[in-house]
Nanobody, 125 residues
Framework: QVQLVESGGGLVQPGGSLRLSCTASGNIFTIYAMKWYRQAPGKQRELVATLLSGGVAAGGTDYPDSVKGRFSISRDNAKNTVLLQMNNLKLEDTAVYFC???????????????WGQGTQVIVSS
């Protein structure tokens, strides 16, 4: 079993910052990618940040234009933790944010995708 546990959501004013954290635990052999998605009420789930196994230094990050320059994803490999630093938050960033990991649970196991339970971010004045 693999568990992803998110934390760090909350209420923040426009222009403020929040940092989300997601820790993966359980039967993990190797992690290929960790991502953050968000879903606002009535909207589809949207990918907001990707971090590939090569890490930030290897240029393995990607962001959609809607958050580029404001959001930053990083990883603490020793702790299997991925962080999402969100700056200059806007009203439209309000959503439930989900952590996602693509990994193998064993050398012979196929890659599998796992999700956290989500953490609420509300941007409001």
């Amino acid at each position: 079993q693999v568990q992803l546990v998110e934390s760090g959501g909350g209420l923040v004013q426009p222009g403020g910052s929040l940092r989300l954290s997601c820790t993966a635990s359980g039967n993990i052999f190797t992690i290929y990618a960790m991502k953050w998605y968000r879903q606002a009420p009535g909207k589809q789930r949207e990918l907001v940040a990707t971090l590939l196994s090569g890490g930030v230094a290897a240029g393995g990050t990607d962001y959609p234009d809607s958050v580029k320059g404001r959001f930053s994803i990083s990883r603490d490999n020793a702790k299997n933790t991925v962080l999402l630093q969100m700056n200059n938050l806007k009203l439209e960033d309000t959503a439930v944010y989900f952590c996602n990991a693509v990994l193998r649970t064993a050398p012979a196991a196929p890659p599998s995708t796992h999700w956290g339970q989500g953490t609420q971010v509300i941007v409001s004045s």
